[in-house]
């Protein structure tokens, strides 16, 4: 048997995917988790150490499983904007990973928003937001000693954590991003495909310490293991990764991935397309194509809430049986907005609400107007794709740790009103870094992946589209009150 290898390392943990090439399909995943620390009120951060210590124990342990003289290559997927620096002759870090959820850049953000805004939603699709890299790379080479000591001895490396596995895994030898990890870092011109220097010197980073950037079905270079050479081969940033996985190759295809937050990504074409409320952002086909984003940033983090801080249950599987126990919310809403609201409303100053709430509001009400949150958000962001990418969605494709949950998938066709198409295969996310390294190495082509796909179950939306567009309208009163 041949195997490929997906390192998918995300946001809390970091996973080994071992995909089965001959039988093209998941066989096994090692996980390991990553802690995160809050040194300051807003400043999210992770061991840069850790990350690659659990990323090389996951990978050593899948390959052990399997045989080194069985694994063709070893893919890359990654939380996306999370920045780390270090030293270019030893691979030592030099200050913790700073992570995609952090607001420490805040305040720095929204003087760049008012002066730069429009120059840079032009040339990298982006919003200026703390979400980003630059801003978070600018704070390292602001404010930590270490930083500028190897920025002045020409010892210095800064990228996004797929670059920084790929400099460990391969010894210093590939310094590397792929394209679509660099167009969400506000450092990218997406129009261009370089790396824009109006963007560098505004955010004070040398090109210098920057990777080259490459293809997402590029072989990266090579990892040593048991007197093997494995090829690094396939890399793209988790959520276009999940595209890739999801076959979103056309335009007019889109998915989403219920993770920590939810992001949805509608394949819009090989032209530039600029939203005014969502991200434009490169994604994979035989040429880059533009996707339009929406990002919202808590979603199944919600649902970790309901059972680590408020109790609701032990287990997050067990929300959808609280959920279906009552008929409705009773007009309850919740708002989770922990850390400000994402797409498209983008206030960083959002607070999270509950409104509706009546003496015989219980937990099952809450748990319930928890999980459809989730599809009125995706309705936000259903509605801005189609108006402005000038395109017709009649499916979504689903993923993530939420997809499961049947009671939300049917609940996000009826508010959309759109089929809601889960797959057999959930892991798009990995999913998607194996087929980029099929790519690569030559064993699949883009065609022949298009054609993987399989559904396991299709919701379809209820016709009773009065009701659930009252229950929306609903929701966006809710969120009025949140951004008051």
Partial sequence: MSYIIALDEGTTSTRAVVYNVDLQKIEKVINAEIKQYYPKPSYVEESATEIYSASLGVLVESIETVGVENVLGVAITNQRESVIAWERSTGKPLYNAIIWQCRRTMDYCKQIEKTHGEMIKQKTGLKVDAYFSASKMRWLLKNVPEVQDALERNDLCLGTVESFLIYKLTQGKSFVTDYTNASRTMLYNINTFKWDIELLNLFEVPRSVLPRIV?????????????????????????????VGQGCFEPGQAKITYGTGMFMLANVGEHYKESEALLTTLGYGKKPVYMFEGSVFNAGSAVQWLRDELDFFKNSSQSEKLATSVKDTGGVYVVPAFTGLGSPYWNSEATGLITGIRRDTNKSHITRAVLEAMAYSARDLLEIMQSEGQIKLESLRVDGGASPNNFLMQFQADVTGCVVDRPIERESTALGAVYLCQIALGIKTIEEIAKLRVSDKVFNPSNEREKFERLYDGWKKAVERCLL
């Fill in 215 to 243: 293809s997402p079905d590029s072989i990266l270079g090579e990892f040593e293991y048991g007197g093997r050479k494995i090829k690094i081969a396939g890399s793209a940033g988790d959520q276009q990764a999940a595209a």
